[in-house]
């Protein structure tokens, strides 16, 4: 958390992306920043689905979640996954 953004890395600093594992375990770390902190809104990309080369479907079930916390905003491809 730095500011008004959270980061969740998606590759690494030789630029290779990381496994769906490692995304997912960051992805876990920022669902409990989410927690903690009800009074900031969260506004998330769909991280992982460009220059890390993965599918909306591999990293949308990361958030699922999230579709419960009122702070959390997923972006409409991560929603079409859990349709």
């Known amino acids: 958390l730095s500011g008004q953004s ?3 890395p998606t590759k690494n600093e030789k630029i290779q992306s990381l496994s769906l594992p490692r995304i997912h ?3 876990q770390n ?3 920043v989410v927690k903690s902190h009800p009074e900031l809104v969260f506004l998330v990309t ?3 689905c460009g220059l890390a080369g993965y599918h ?3 990293i949308a079930p990361m958030f699922y979640p ?3 916390m009122e702070n959390v ?3 409409k491809v991560f ?3 859990f349709l």
């Open 73 to 75: 905003y997923l972006p």
């Open 46 to 48: 769909p991280i992982g």
């Open 6 to 8: 959270y980061g969740i």
């Open 56 to 58: 909306p479907r591999d």
């Open 79 to 81: 929603h079409e996954v």
């Open 30 to 32: 920022f669902l409990q």
């Open 66 to 68: 999230a579709l419960e």
């Open 25 to 27: 375990g960051h992805v």
